[in-house]
C-alpha cells in the first residue's frame, strides 16, 4: 500500500520539538494568570455564519476559510481565529455581566493560504481577551502583559512593538472614502490583489508587502486626519502610560491589521529573527463586536499570539536545550528476567519519588547499543540490570552526565542516593 501524506499545510509536532512548546506554554499561561485572566475552551468548529457576521471583508472569510456542510446540511467551519468563537460563548454563557471578565485560550486555527515558513494551514494560537472596559489603561495592561511574556521568555532583545489607533467606525469610513478615491488616481499601477482589496476592503491596501504599492502607498491620505480628537487623547494617553512603563514602541500609521472588527488601538509584536511572516502577536480594540454578535454592547480588546512562529524565534535566539527536563533515569536491561525486575524497580520508585521519570529498555539489544540509547535519551542516570545484578539482588546506577564511576547498589543504597537526587 502506498504511504498516506499528511493534508498540505498540516505539520506534525515531533517530541523533541513539543519540548519547546510545553516550555513556552508554561511560561505563557504563568503570565496570563498573572494578570488574572482565566482559562476558556470552547469549540474549534462553529456554525459559518458566526466568522461571515464577525469578519464579512476579512480575507479569512471571503479565501481562507474551510467550510463544509454536515451530514444535517448545515454549514460548519473550522475557525480561522479564536475571538469570534470567544465572544460567542461569552454571550451564550451569559459571562458578561460579571465583573470585566478576562479570558484566555489556545489552540488551533485553520486557514487556507500559501503554506511557507511561518506560515501554515492549521496553526496554534495563545490568545487573550478582556471585556466590559474601554479605556487606555486597559489597553495598556494588555500590551504590558505581552512586553513581559516576552521578557519571561528571553525575547524581549529581539521583538518590536508597533501600534496605531484606526478611529472609530465614522473615521474609518470616510478614511476609506478618501483612500478609495486616492487609490482610484492609481488603478493602473495596483495588482491584482490591491485592484481586489480596493473594491473590499481599501484598508488592507495599507499592509501590502509589494514595493510597488509601497511607493504608492507613500502619498496616500493618513488616518491621522479622519480620527476624532477624542481619540487622538485616548491614543496619547495610551502611549505615554507605554512610555512610563518602559516599554518601547513605533507607532505605525499604515498598521491596520487584517480582520474586520477592530478600531480604535491595533498593535503588532514583530520579531527581527523571522524574514517576512515577522508577526509574531497582533491585537487590538473590538468595541462593537459583542454586539454584533448578538449580546448588549460590550467594549473588549485582545490579542492572539502565532505560537510556530513564537517558537521559531525562540529557537533562533534564546532557547536553551538545559531548560528543557530529559527523563530522569534509563532502564538498560540485560539479563532474561531483567525486564520484569525493571518493572517492578520503577514501579517502587515511582511510589516513592512521584516526580520522577524513567523509561526501561525493553528491547534486549546488547550493552553498547542501550547505553548509546541512554545518552541520547538525554536521560541523567542509567540503572543497569544485568545477571550480576540480578544474582546480588542489587542494581547498578551510573551518572551518565559526569565522569563518575558506575555503582552497584543495595535496595538501602538505592534509596539514600534516590532521597539526595530529589532532596
Ligand atoms: P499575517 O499578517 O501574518 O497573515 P494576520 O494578520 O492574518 O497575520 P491574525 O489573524 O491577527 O494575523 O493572527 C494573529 C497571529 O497568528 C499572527 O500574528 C501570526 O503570528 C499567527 N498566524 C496567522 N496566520 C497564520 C498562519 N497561517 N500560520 C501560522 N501563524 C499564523
Ligand atoms: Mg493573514
Known sequence: MSKIKPVRGMNDLLPDEVKAWVYAEKKIKKVFSAYGYQEIRFPIIERTDLFVRSNEAADIVTKQMYSFEDKGGESISLRPEGTAGCVRAAIDNDLLRTDNPKLWYSGPMFRYERPQKGRSRQFIQFSAEVFGIRSAEIDAELILLTARLWKELGLEKSIRLEINN????????????????????????????????????????????????????????????????????????????????????????????????????????????????????????????????????????????????????????????????????????????????AIMYSE???????????????????????????????????????EEELETNTLSLKDLRSKSKQENLTDVDLDKRLKEIYK
Open 348 to 386: 517502587s520508585i515511582r511510589d516513592k519519588f512521584p516526580s520522577a521519570t524513567i523509561k526501561i529498555n525493553m528491547g534486549m539489544e546488547s550493552a553498547g547499543s542501550q547505553f548509546k540509547k541512554a545518552d541520547k535519551s538525554g536521560a541523567s542516570f542509567a540503572l543497569i540490570l544485568g
Open 166 to 341: 484606526i478611529g472609530d467606525n465614522e473615521a474609518r469610513k470616510s478614511y476609506v472614502k478618501s483612500l478609495r478615491s486616492y487609490f482610484k488616481t492609481h488603478q493602473s499601477d495596483l495588482d491584482d490583489d490591491s485592484v481586489r482589496k480596493l473594491k473590499d476592503n481599501p484598508l488592507r491596501i495599507l499592509d501590502s508587502k509589494s514595493p510597488a504599492i509601497k511607493k504608492i502607498l507613500t502619498g496616500a491620505p493618513e488616518i491621522e486626519e479622519f480620527i476624532s480628537q477624542d481619540s487622538k487623547d485616548e491614543f496619547s494617553k495610551l502611549t505615554t502610560m507605554l512610555d512610563n512603563n518602559g516599554i518601547d514602541f513605533l507607532i505605525n500609521s499604515k498598521l491596520v491589521r487584517g480582520l474586520d472588527y477592530y478600531n480604535q488601538t491595533v498593535f503588532e509584536w514583530k520579531s527581527d529573527v523571522l524574514g517576512s511572516q515577522d508577526t509574531v502577536c497582533g491585537g487590538g480594540r473590538y468595541d462593537n463586536l459583542v454586539e454584533e454578535l448578538g449580546g448588549r454592547p460590550c467594549p473588549a480588546i485582545g490579542f492572539s499570539i502565532g505560537m510556530e512562529r513564537l517558537i521559531l524565534s525562540l529557537k533562533s535566539t534564546s532557547f536553551e536545550e538545559s531548560n528543557i527536563r530529559n527523563i530522569d533515569f534509563y532502564f538498560i536491561c540485560l539479563a532474561e528476567n531483567s525486564i520484569e525486575k
